[in-house]
């Protein structure tokens, strides 16, 4: 059964191009006939096969519509080459619904609940661009063959949009993973005097929680020395708040040759402490992944379901400084080898892409 994943990305996303190149690898891995395609302005620096850049005007409304409209063309002029096309679901995306009349093969792919995230966003427009959701899901989601998700509670959110479809709907689970080749492993020995924190996010949006943990390291009188390093953009008030403590290093958003150097000289990462804040309980993010595979520990205020409750790299607790170094130092005799090849058994992609090409082809036979 030959597959595409194809995805579109309008404002450049390490994240994705990572995902997108590693799922490239797991394919060759694993002998499959799947294929990858990311579109993308030339401006990107990066340069991968699977990269298909095309030139964007300097005009913002003219550029949005240009990468849309090409990439649902391309989409339609090359599906019949599959058995079905993956389609990252781009929310919001009112031209990717009027396309999607005439899609016949497509399966959207969804990495998290789109509408509380808009309705949660702290950005002007916020109310209209979750009207054009509203309308984009309604339509779209009567036109897919299925979704793909990356975690059970997407995937109930995402059945509870779909209207009627009375083709057979596939309805398939697709968790973020590795390849082999991911990461950079630190030599050495990473313990110091002072315990250094990673948190990473292209934006801390609300749900990263990022205020509820600067709250928690403006209020420690421990004597415990620690930094806490901060990769992505913050808004006006945690930036703030950052500035006037003397622990935290804010560097903006950086690209990730940039954060898996940093990631060697740290000894364990954060990731999202506030999800409840887009109705979520439970996630499977890249970013996680991309922690384990640089061989550090991860604490994090949300369940992650690509892990047993015992697996002891990834820990769910409050945002609370306190608990984060104690976390630290229960994991400091740990190598960052020993990390990643535990991590691994439960995220290699090679593994996960052949689940989903069996589960697609058992599906779509019924």
């Not at 060759?28 to 302005?41: D, G, N, R, T, W």
């Not at 850049?53 to 391309?74: E, S, T, V």
């Not at 740990?334 to 090679?350: C, D, F, L, Q, R």
């Amino acid at each position: 059964m030959k597959i595409m994943h194809a995805a579109m990305m309008a404002n450049f996303c390490p994240g994705v191009v990572q995902q997108m190149r590693w799922e490239v690898e797991a394919a060759e891995l694993a002998s499959l006939p799947h294929q990858v395609m990311l579109f993308c302005s030339d401006q990107v620096k990066e340069d991968f096969p699977f990269l298909k850049k095309i030139h964007l005007p300097k005009n913002k409304i003219l550029a949005y519509l240009k990468i849309r409209i090409q990439f649902q063309i391309w989409v339609l002029n090359n599906s019949a080459d599959y058995d079905f096309v993956l389609l990252r679901y781009s929310a919001s995306n009112v031209i990717q619904a009027l396309f999607s009349f005439a899609w016949k093969n497509i399966l959207t792919v969804h990495h998290t609940k789109e509408g509380p995230e808009i309705n949660q966003a702290e950005r002007r427009g916020a109310k209209f661009l979750s009207f054009l959701e509203w309308i984009n899901s309604s339509i779209v989601l009567s036109n897919v063959r299925g979704i793909v998700s990356v975690t059970e509670e997407i995937s109930r959110y995402e059945r509870l949009r779909i209207r009627a479809n009375e083709r057979a709907f596939l309805d398939v689970l697709y968790p973020n993973g590795w390849s082999g080749s991911a990461g950079r492993l630190p030599v050495g020995n990473k313990k110091t005097d002072t315990i250094q924190i990673l948190f990473v996010a292209s934006d801390f949006s609300p749900w990263q929680g990022l205020d509820l943990l600067l709250k928690s390291v403006r209020d420690y009188q421990g004597s415990v020395l620690f930094t806490l390093h901060l990769v992505g953009s913050l808004d006006v008030k945690d930036k703030l708040v950052a500035e006037a403590d003397e622990r935290v290093v804010m560097y903006g958003r950086r690209e990730s040759n940039f954060i898996d150097l940093l990631s060697a000289s740290c000894s364990i990462a954060l990731s999202s402490f506030a999800l409840f804040r887009k109705g979520m309980d439970s996630a499977c993010t890249l970013k996680v992944r991309e922690y384990l595979s640089n061989g550090l520990p991860v604490y994090s205020g949300h369940r992650d379901v690509g892990f047993p409750l015992d697996f002891p790299f990834y820990r769910q607790g409050e945002p609370d400084i306190e608990k984060i170094i104690q976390y630290s130092n229960e994991v400091s005799d740990s190598t960052p080898v020993e990390v990643k090849n535990k991590a691994s058994i439960y995220m290699e992609k090679s593994i996960l892409l052949s689940r989903l090409h069996k589960e697609i082809e058992a599906a779509s036979s019924k």
